[in-house]
């Protein structure tokens, strides 16, 4: 696979430098360019309009995915903490993106709640990222069914966790790494889904909704 680092636009390099400037180390956050590229293909080729973005961070994958969307498309982002939005937003703006995004500040699944209160949200969106907290991966899953089309898929980052999740003893010791197992593992063997995961960056599962 060509390093997507190379084609990426001027704002999207800028973008990963600024955040490592004011990140720091939690800069390790940041979603693999190659990754977002494949997300941002996915969501043209499906034609898809409508998503939802649990965990926003600086913006890098939103940025990307909002790519992908027609000019009328929407990306709801749920992010818990403010302390890098302004950063989002101002590169949202930078790439001619930010009027497709709504960002929605505070803990995923209250935001998620008080979106399910108005029935024309419920099966109206075709997609879903998830790339929050990893020891809430099922919850989330869970609670962004209702909000999907028929044919919707979610996009689960971060799904072979260093390859910790191949390890039973790691599995047994670590929340995070049980979740993101079990999480595949339940979407792996529920009748309702299709499902695969791409070995890129930290693994990327794709479960469609049938």
Known sequence: MVNSLNSLSQIKIDLRNETYRQAGMWAIMLSNPD???????????????????????????????????????????????????????DYWDRAGVGH???????AALDSLAEMAKDEENLEAFDFAFIDGDKSLYTKYVDNLLPFLKPGGFLMLDNTLWMGKVADPNLRAA?????????????????????MHTICIADGLTIIQVR
Request: charge should be negative; aromatic fraction near 8%.
């Open 35 to 89: 990754q977002c590229e494949h997300m941002k293909f996915i969501i043209r080729t499906a034609g898809a309009k409508r998503g939802i973005e649990i965990g926003t961070f600086t913006g890098y994958s939103a940025l990307c995915m909002a790519e992908g969307l027609p000019d009328d498309g929407l990306l709801i982002c749920l992010e818990k903490s403010e302390t890098y939005t302004e950063l989002a937003k």
């Open 100 to 106: 497709k995004i709504q960002l929605r500040i505070g």
């Open 174 to 194: 670590d929340l995070d790494t049980r979740i993101i197992y079990e999480t595949v593992t339940n979407a792996l063997t529920n009748p309702r889904f299709d």
